[in-house]
């Protein structure tokens, strides 16, 4: 009861922050499963000032970046045409590429030192980037946990403390870069730096697009204080993406990089943070910079405790949040420095629910924008950059400004709230959730009609329950054949009557083939003996595969499925649906992509693709579209099934047929890939004039 009302009590304090920070217009919800709009289509427009110019005149009706500069947010505030909602989870920081001493053409890394990273806390003035950049609408960011959200709260003394030990002090941080500078091998002759008779360059990426160009240039004139000679490079999100986050930074080709940031849900509990940001453990693993990360031991086991929940207790929590928020900034690999207060724009005819973390950015947004009152319709939007990267449903792009669209094409299952950071369900009809005695979870009122919670002293998991897969000889393992017979959290949830009723966009309906292959391409990712084999995503897969047990089909009208997972979160709702499966791709759809990898012509990740000399998997756009259609050809001839062996029990007969046809019809229509469940489906997407059209998934026959 004492920890239940803890968290009721910090959600309060949380939501009189968010409220206090702005006077927006209130906020409603009002959720459509379906999606409100016939259409939504997306234009790039970089230009901040233009696009509130543009939203004015009714050009757009809805910008998807945030507006963050003090003199138009005022515009908007006074225009009679326009609206706003607010956000907090928007931030900024400096990344440091970690290779050293030396890069590969024998050229000084400063940032491949730990304390001299440590010592860039002290070096740059937060407060003056709050003050004198972002006009006020910013507060001063030392570590990765957002003010106002409930993490932030539970260690507000620790985090106080450490702010006093890494305030602004330039001479004391001069100091401690001088001396390591010096171990380094490097000279200070007449106040600029040498290393072996050259100048130590920092080659500098800041990005250009919004107040980072600002921030960056500040940064770079207290590097040239410090003695440095810096090389400031101006580039686009779409510049930069190649170098700090496909680039090997062993190359040298930069320092240092403006990094920016979103939580795009409400998050309650953060725990994974230091992992994401700090450890090659990282979902961003594909990345080769997050690959040059080496933590000390004791921070990366703590990471890794913490993102998988093993801790035992709350006490054991709060034990190792406070040391990993200690442990972060002697490591430093990144130095965080601001939390954004966003206003999100729109026309006063325009609703959305924006969220308080993510803004518009959020899951929310297919099922909650609109024409107010009305449903059915269309909408403009603009975004300051649309379509970076390929997309394919394996390891595509990771940037909002694509992730954002694939969104409204993904049937989920469920999705944060925008205002609570608790789940809404869409597929998910009930959830029993089982856990052991000493796992910190605990439900929030209001829960009750979906889900069940229960204690006990011990979960057995079932022999039959499939632990994982085996890429060699592509059979699944038995939790008995694992050896595995206890598991913390048991939850069964059912999904309702979905199978052979639940459509694609290309009008195939969803089977037990569908959750099978999804689940097995993972472990084949993961394992040398597979042509799917990619080096890139086996430090993540191995952190997910430490949470999770095994799962297995209870029954399949309704859909039923019992998962066993050593993870929880604070809240029992999440804990619950950790492991839920939205199973968003066909099949079919993905058989042509791991063809086209197996065969070695395209790959997944970009890592891959990159060492493999081939060109990385976009289902939109490209070259690739005629690689995959080549994979489809062949699938429609051979009957091809991915894991057949396994996955072909499960397919009905004519099935692969049907489905194949309904792809091959799609491709012919569409000319994309890009098929899912959700609301709206891919309409259009221009890859060289960068626009997107969505349409409703009505409008499908």
Not at 438 to 446: A, L, R
Not at 469 to 476: I, L
Not at 526 to 539: C, I, N, Q, T
Not at 627 to 637: A, F, G, N, V
Request: charged share 25%; aromatic share 14%.
């Amino acid at each position: 009861m004492f920890k239940k009302g803890i968290h009721r009590i910090i959600l309060i304090i949380l939501f009189l922050m968010l409220f206090s920070l702005f006077s927006a217009p209130a906020q409603t919800l009002s959720v459509n499963p379906n999606g409100w709009l016939d259409q939504v289509a997306f234009i790039p427009e970089k230009d901040m000032a233009k696009a509130v110019e543009m939203m004015s005149k009714g050009d757009i009706d809805i910008y998807f970046n945030e507006i963050n500069d003090p003199q138009l947010f005022r515009r908007v505030k006074e225009d009679p045409n326009l609206t706003y909602g607010t956000s907090f989870g928007l931030y900024y920081e400096l990344t440091f590429n970690p290779v050293g001493p030396t890069y590969k053409d024998g050229r000084l890394n400063p940032f491949s030192n730990k304390k001299i990273r440590e010592a860039m806390n002290m070096v740059v003035d937060r407060q003056y980037i709050v003050d004198e950049i972002m006009g006020g609408l910013a507060e001063v960011k030392l570590l990765p946990l957002n003010k106002g959200f409930p993490e932030y709260e539970r260690y507000k003394d620790t985090i106080a403390n450490l702010e006093k030990l890494y305030k602004y002090d330039f001479n004391k941080g001069k100091q401690i870069i001088t001396t390591e500078m010096k171990k380094m091998g490097a000279e200070l002759k007449g106040n600029k730096w040498y290393y072996k008779g050259n100048p130590v360059v920092v080659k500098f990426i800041i990005r250009t697009e919004d107040r980072r160009k600002q921030i960056g240039d500040y940064v770079a004139n207290q590097l040239e204080k410090l003695g440095f000679t810096v090389e400031r490079m101006y580039k686009t999100s779409r510049e930069a993406s190649p170098l700090w986050v496909r680039g090997n930074p062993e190359d040298g080709q930069w320092d240092i990089y403006t990094g920016g940031w979103i939580t795009t849900v409400l998050a309650r509990d953060m725990a994974d943070n230091f992992r994401f940001f700090y450890t090659p453990d990282s979902e961003m693993s594909y990345s080769p910079l997050w690959r040059a990360y080496k933590p000390d031991k004791e921070f990366r086991d703590i990471a890794n405790k913490l993102a998988q929940r093993t801790f035992k207790s709350m006490a054991e929590r709060n034990y190792l949040m406070r040391k990993a928020l200690e442990l972060c900034l002697k490591d430093s690999v990144r130095i965080f420095l601001i939390d954004q207060k966003a206003a999100w724009a729109r026309r006063k005819d325009i609703d959305i629910a924006v969220d308080y973390a993510g803004g518009n950015s959020s899951r929310a947004w297919p099922y909650t924008l609109r024409i107010a009152g009305k449903e059915g319709g269309s909408v403009k939007a603009g975004m300051s950059e649309v379509i970076i990267d390929p997309w394919n449903p394996i390891a595509g792009s990771n940037w909002v400004y694509d992730t954002i669209f694939w969104e409204a094409t993904f049937g989920r299952t469920w999705i944060y709230h925008p205002y609570t950071g608790l789940p809404i369900l869409f597929g998910i009809e009930s959830a029993d959730l089982t856990v052991t005695s000493d796992v910190p979870t605990f439900p929030n009122k209001g829960s009750e009609n979906w889900l069940k919670v229960k204690r006990v002293k011990s979960i057995t998991v079932p022999d039959d329950a499939w632990y994982g897969w085996d890429a060699k000889k592509q059979t699944m393992v038995t939790a008995k054949e694992a050896g595995v017979k206890e598991a913390k959290v048991k939850v069964v949830i059912n999904y309702g009557d979905v199978l052979g009723k639940k459509k694609y966009h290309d009008g195939t309906v969803q089977s037990l083939a569908d959750y099978l292959v999804d689940f097995i391409v993972g472990f084949e990712r993961a394992s040398k003996d597979s042509k799917l084999y990619d080096e890139s995503y086996v430090d993540y897969f191995n952190s997910w595969r430490e949470s999770f047990v095994a799962w297995k089909i209870v029954k399949e009208h309704p859909l039923v499925i019992e998962y066993y997972t050593n993870y929880a979160e604070l809240d029992a709702e999440l804990t619950a649906l950790w492991p839920t499966t939205s199973v968003l791709f066909p099949w079919h759809a993905l058989a042509i992509g791991i063809r086209a990898e197996e065969e070695g012509k395209l790959a997944f990740s970009a890592d891959k693709a990159e060492a493999t000399k081939v060109e990385w998997m976009n289902y939109i756009g490209g070259p690739s579209l005629g690689i995959l259609k080549e994979m489809l050809d062949k699938s429609q001839k051979d009957n091809y099934v991915p894991f057949k062996n396994f996955v072909g029990k499960y397919v009905k007969e004519g099935e692969i047929k049907e489905r194949y046809n309904a792809l091959s019809n799609w491709y012919n229509r569409f000319k994309h890939f890009w098929v899912s469940n959700g609301p709206y489906y891919l309409e259009k997407a221009d890859t060289v004039a960068h626009t997107i059209l969505l349409k409703n998934a009505k409008f499908l026959k």
